[in-house]
């Protein structure tokens, strides 16, 4: 029974990620969302089939989730650290972008990019 609750709570944090997925609306925030709800889910759902099955897979599920634990970070940082290269939008950034002078950043993003259109600040 621990082990069906464990997979309810993992596909409940699964679908809190899929959800987020969906609704929010900058790519930083996509990524966190699928990144930190979905790692989690995972890991709750692998812990569940551990409980539910024997023993025999348990090292199997262990050392999938400490590799989810240990790759998923440093995905998450490269997908946002590219993302902010290509020019992708802060849509929730109230202040000054705290990464200006650290990172090269285009000055607009891909889409307006590939339109042809100009971005606002070289009209």
């Known amino acids: 029974m621990i082990g069906q609750l464990f997979l309810i709570a993992g596909a409940a944090l699964l679908l809190v990620a899929a959800v987020g997925l ?14 930190k709800a979905g790692t989690l889910g995972v890991a709750l759902m692998l812990i569940g089939a551990i409980l539910i099955d024997d023993v025999a897979r348990t090292s199997t599920g262990l050392f999938t989730i400490l590799f989810l634990l240990l790759t998923l970070p440093v995905g998450a940082q490269l997908l946002g650290r590219a993302a902010y290269m ?14 200006a002078g650290v990172l090269d950043r285009q000055q607009a993003p891909l889409s307006e990019r590939l339109d042809g259109t100009e971005p606002e600040e070289q009209r």
């Not at 290509?86 to 990464?99: F, K, N, R, V, Y």
Request: with cysteine; net charge negative; glycine share 4%.
């Open 22 to 35: 969906l609704r929010l609306t900058d790519p930083f925030q996509r990524m966190h969302a699928a990144t």
């Open 86 to 99: 290509s020019g992708a939008t802060l849509d929730q950034i109230e202040c000054d972008d705290p990464l």
